[in-house]
């Protein structure tokens, strides 16, 4: 059974569709990457998903216990420290209070948080360090799907690759799938198993293409090439880079 399913997915707002005729399906432990210009619809197909948005249309099967979500801010607590914003999921996931100090641990050493860390609060912390304890508490229920949205596009370049290393990592130890929103083709090809392209205007997919090797044991060349191949030959991503500034989200 799929992780996630979905079929036929279509939604509009104001009478304007966003999305239409959306079908796709992410194995136990895939991570597929979801791309498409700004303003598409990434965001709202995954609202829909993961049931914070009911669709016009269209059928959403879930074969996950537990999912979590990574946004592009972190979104933590201010007035609380990072294990205490990490703390709080274990906590609504109503994980056994006895085993909750051990499962932080856990969590924050495969979002790679030192033991120093973990006292800051927010305010003290880094740009990429906020993201590390936001995805140490997407961590902490040990969801079996997660869904990233455009975690990494406010940090740097070489702060990008670390993070990606680290969810490449951590799905695969923590055995998580994932749909991953992105707008950065090299970073969907070097973490995802798959990739899906999301057309401009609304009219669904453009395609689904599987990535030319194992995530994380993509060398930066290879990465470099699948992306050029990407873009000079295939036809589904013929528009992903176009920016509607009108549309922005
Ligand atoms: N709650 C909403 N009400 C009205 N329009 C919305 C809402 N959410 C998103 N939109 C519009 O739907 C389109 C798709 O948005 P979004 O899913 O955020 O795109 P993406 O994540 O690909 O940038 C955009 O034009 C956006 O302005
Ligand atoms: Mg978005």
């Known amino acids: 059974m799929s992780a996630l399913s979905l079929s036929r997915i279509g939604h509009a707002f104001f009478g304007r569709t966003v999305l239409s005729g959306v079908s796709l399906d ?59 914003n990490i703390a709080l999921a274990l906590r609504l996931a109503r994980w056994p209070r006895a085993a909750r100090a051990a499962r932080l641990a856990e969590a924050a050493a495969l979002a790679d948080l030192e033991p120093e860390d973990l006292p800051k609060y927010p305010v003290e912390l880094s740009g990429g360090m906020r993201q590390r304890v936001a995805i140490a508490r997407a961590l902490a229920p040990a969801p079996d799907f997660i ?83 990407w873009l000079a030959r295939d036809q589904a991503f013929a528009h992903v880079h176009d920016v509607d500034e009108r549309r922005r989200a």
Do not use: N
């Open 26 to 84: 992410v194995g136990p432990g895939e991570v597929v990457a979801l791309v498409g210009p700004s303003g598409c619809g990434k965001s709202t197909l995954a609202h829909i998903a993961a049931g914070l948005v009911e669709p016009r249309e269209g059928r959403i099967a879930c074969g996950y216990r537990r999912h979590a979500m990574v946004f592009q801010e972190p979104r933590l607590m201010p007035w609380a420290t990072a294990a205490d």
């Open 147 to 229: 869904f990233f949205d455009e975690p990494f596009t406010a940090l740097d370049v070489a702060l990008k690759r670390r993070m990606q290393d680290l969810v490449v990592a951590a799905a695969a130890a923590a055995r998580f799938g994932a749909l991953f929103i992105t707008h950065d083709l090299a970073e969907a090809a070097r973490i995802a198993h798959r990739i899906a392209v999301l057309d401009a205007q609304g009219r669904g997919l453009r395609g689904v293409r599987d990535v030319p090797g194992v995530p994380g044991a993509r060398p930066d060349v290879a990465v470099f090439a699948i992306v050029q191949d």
